[in-house]
Structure formats: structure tokens, C-alpha cells
């Protein structure tokens, strides 16, 4: 399915969940950086979703009570004084003969066409307190249409989240978005490749997180999905280490948790491996326990499985070999029962994975964890984090890893995305071993 026709079919689902109403969504406000400077623009998720309208200043009216316009596009008109200074716009006319709007209308009218749009409507499916400026428009053509109720005319009666339906389509991904996340994981794959290459003894974080960005770029990511963390030795065991500015040392670990978005898909992927490339004895056992996990949590990957069991699977190895390696006291029926586990893993296994890096989708349904269905796609990243001055033999200190892939439901149980990025030992520490000089 071509890529307009795969957005069109997405709004017929949306307006058959709908039954009788109207659904608005905003873009992205656009957020000022320092003075006049703005942020990098990225559109909100569920309007591109639908429409793949990525310009700021925008706002999508889907609806089943006007007989011609199904499909509404508010934009910023052409503007050839402004187009010189930020770029070209689609404009009203390309809203429709690009975008395939019904309708299309300058973003200033808005306010003025709306109510129109909502009149004698029952139901609007709009997502309250996510802008809240705009919330106040909305609620002003709510009210503008209350205020002609003597004429007959009657205003929504109810105001529903969209994202009960546009979220429960997000999460079942189809094969053209599956054929864009496995685009995203190959330029994700090759940034962490190029990492291995030029991570060594001397070198600072930056340098690394540098060529990863150069090489999302280079491959036509628009940006990393998320700020990457490159954590050398004892960052390693920060979970969110962002400064990314100290120098490696021989004999330390250095995780990367960095990945791509590229059409508007995430890929989040993390790989840990030896600065000077090798892993010390302690390093190697800690490393193998974490692989071992993330292969059981992987198995147990299946249509009608949960996180938690995938999360179980996990965490049952990795108790396990606490207890074998000396870390934590059994038996291994308390250190579950108890968590005491827990200082050294204490975050879950998965989340969902798609437009967000942490991506839309009920975790449960009627307060039960939901059943994973085929079009699933979920990250794995079991770990360990030994902080300095941990209450254990020092010479676990200061290691950290997480090893993390991105898996895909299938009708018979999982599809690796990021397959392609190494992480057994001996296929990292030969990487390792034939590193250049660059």
C-alpha cells in the first residue's frame, strides 16, 4: 500500500470507531528555545498518524456529519516572504492535493469555521488538557454554538479522547510501518557499529555520542528517537545518564541506549562492551547473565503472552545468577518474593515501541495485564547496575549493563527488528578487535 493510501485507510478506521461526530487534533505547539530561536519542530504523533502532515500551525478535523467533508485541513496559507526565511509551505491547495483534505482553510480561520463544524454534533473526540490554549478554543466554539441554541442549533454534548481509538490503531502496527521501524533499526544497527569503531581508552563519551548522531544523519534519520545515553564505568549504572562527558578508561564498560527515528518510527536499542576490548572476568559474568536474560524474556514473546511474563522471564534469570555469583542471598524463592533483587535491577523489561519511543497503548485491559497480539512491537532490555559502593565484592563495582532489542509480535511468537546489531561476546570482542585507528 502506497504511504498516502496507507494514511487514508487509517482515517477510514478512525471514522468508523467514531460512529456519528467529530474528531480535532492539534499539532505540536511550536516551543521557543531562547529568545527568537525555536526548538526543532516535531509534529504530535496522532496527526501525523493520520494524515502525515508534518508542518507546525496545523489542525485535523475528521468528521461524519457534513456530507462532502470527511477529512478538514486548518494550515498556514503560502507565504513566499515567510518561505524564504523557514522553508516552503503546502499551503490550503496542498493540503488537499497533497494531504487528500475534503477541505482545507488558513489555520486563522479556525476559530471563525469551527463552530460551523460542531454544530448539532453530539459527540467530539478531542484529547482535553494536552494544549491548553487550545482547549480554550475549543471550548469558545463549544459555547459559541450553546449560545444560537434558541435558533434550534445544539451544541456537543459530549467531549470523548480520541486516543481511545487512534491509540488502540497505533499499537497494532501494519506492514508498512513494521517496513519503517526495520529501516530505523538498520540505521540504528550501523550508528551502534560505528560506535565500536571509535570508542576506545582516551576518549570522551561525546566523541561517541557524535559519531552515533553523525551517522543517524548521514543515513537519513531526521533524529535520534531520544537523547542518547553513553555512560563509560560508573555511568554505566546511572539508568539515565545524559551529560555523555567523561573520559574512558582501559578496562571499563561503555552503554549506549541510542536510536534512530526515522518516518516518524522509533528504534531504541542498548549495547554494552569493553572500552579496551575485552571484558575482565567479572565483567564477562555479569554481561553473559544479562544476555541470558533478554534471551529468556525474548522467548517469551508470544500472542497471548504479557509484559509482566515476559518481565518474569527475565528477572527469574537474573535472580538466579545473583544468587550463583555471590550478589544476593538466597534462596531463590525469597530474593523473589522479596525483590531483593531489586538494587540491581529496578526497572521493567519492556514498553511499547513505535512513533514514541515510549509508545502509545493500553498496558492493560479491565485492570488485567493485556495479551500481546501479532503487530506488537515491544522493547527488551533486562540489566544489571553494580554502583560504586554497592554492599557486594568490590570487584563488581562500577559495572553496568543492559543489553536491549526491539521485538516484534508475530502469530507464532517474535520477530527480532534489531537482530543485525552484534551482542554475544565473542562477536562484540572481535568487532572490538578489529578496530582501526579512526
Not at 528555545?33 to 496522532?46: I, L, P
Not at 451544541?155 to 506492514?175: C, F, G, M, N
Request: glycine share 8%.
Amino acid at each position: 500500500m502506497a504511504i498516502s493510501g496507507e494514511f487514508a485507510a487509517r482515517r477510514q478506521k478512525v471514522l468508523a470507531a467514531m460512529g456519528q461526530g467529530v474528531a480535532l487534533f492539534a499539532s505540536t505547539p511550536v516551543a521557543i528555545r531562547n529568545n527568537d530561536v525555536e526548538h526543532e519542530f516535531r509534529q504530535d504523533s496522532d496527526l501525523y498518524y493520520l494524515t502525515g502532515f508534518d508542518e507546525p500551525e496545523s489542525v485535523l478535523l475528521l468528521t461524519t456529519e457534513h456530507s462532502e467533508h470527511r477529512m478538514v485541513l486548518f494550515v498556514r496559507p503560502r507565504d513566499p516572504e515567510r518561505e524564504t526565511w523557514d522553508g516552503p509551505r503546502a499551503g490550503v491547495d496542498g493540503a488537499k492535493t497533497l494531504f487528500g483534505a475534503d477541505a482545507a482553510f488558513p489555520i486563522a480561520e479556525l476559530d471563525q469555521r469551527l463552530p460551523d463544524y460542531l454544530k448539532d454534533v453530539r459527540r467530539l473526540h478531542y484529547r482535553l488538557g494536552n494544549d491548553r490554549t487550545f482547549d480554550e478554543r475549543v471550548l469558545d466554539a463549544i459555547d459559541e454554538v450553546r449560545q444560537k441554541a434558541r435558533s434550534g442549533v445544539t451544541p456537543p454534548r459530549e467531549i470523548v479522547d480520541p486516543s481511545l481509538i487512534t491509540h488502540e490503531l497505533r499499537l497494532r502496527k501494519s506492514a508498512a510501518e513494521i517496513d519503517t521501524m526495520l529501516q530505523a533499526a538498520a540505521i540504528t544497527r550501523d550508528a551502534h557499529l560505528r560506535a565500536m569503531q571509535v570508542a576506545r581508552p582516551g576518549r570522551y563519551e561525546y566523541e561517541v555520542e557524535a559519531e552515533i548522531l553523525r551517522t543517524f544523519r548521514a543515513h537519513g534519520a531526521e533524529r535520534p528517537a531520544y537523547g542518547s545515553i553513553v555512560g563509560s564505568g560508573p555511568n554505566a549504572t546511572v539508568l539515565h545518564h545524559r551529560r555523555n562527558d567523561r573520559q574512558m578508561q582501559d578496562g571499563e564498560l561503555l552503554l549506549i541506549d541510542a536510536g534512530a527515528e526515522f518516518g516518524y518510527y522509533a528504534c531504541d536499542v542498548t549495547r554494552t562492551f569493553p572500552v579496551g576490548g575485552k571484558f575482565s572476568e567479572a565483567q564477562r559474568a555479569l554481561y553473559q547473565l544479562v544476555l541470558s536474560a533478554q534471551l529468556a524474556a525474548i522467548a517469551a514473546v508470544r500472542p497471548g503472552a504479557t509484559l509482566p511474563d515476559v518481565h518474569h522471564a527475565a528477572v527469574g534469570v537474573l535472580a538466579r545468577g545473583l544468587v550463583a555469583l555471590g550478589l544476593v542471598d538466597g534462596p531463590i524463592e525469597d530474593v523473589l518474593k522479596n525483590e531483593t533483587y531489586k538494587p540491581y535491577y529496578m526497572h521493567r523489561t519492556s514498553h511499547w515501541l513505535g512513533m514514541d519511543v515510549h509508545d502509545v497503548g493500553d498496558y492493560h485491559l479491565d485492570k488485567r495485564p493485556r495479551p500481546l497480539a501479532p503487530g506488537f512491537v515491544l522493547t527488551v532490555e533486562p540489566g544489571l547496575y553494580v554502583a560504586p559502593g554497592a554492599k557486594c565484592d568490590p570487584k563488581w563495582h562500577g559495572i553496568g549493563i543492559r543489553i536491549e532489542d526491539d521485538v516484534l509480535v508475530t502469530e507464532t511468537g517474535a520477530e527480532i527488528l534489531t537482530d543485525g546489531i552484534p551482542k554475544t561476546v565473542a562477536e562484540v570482542e572481535q568487532i572490538l578487535a578489529a578496530r582501526s585507528c579512526s
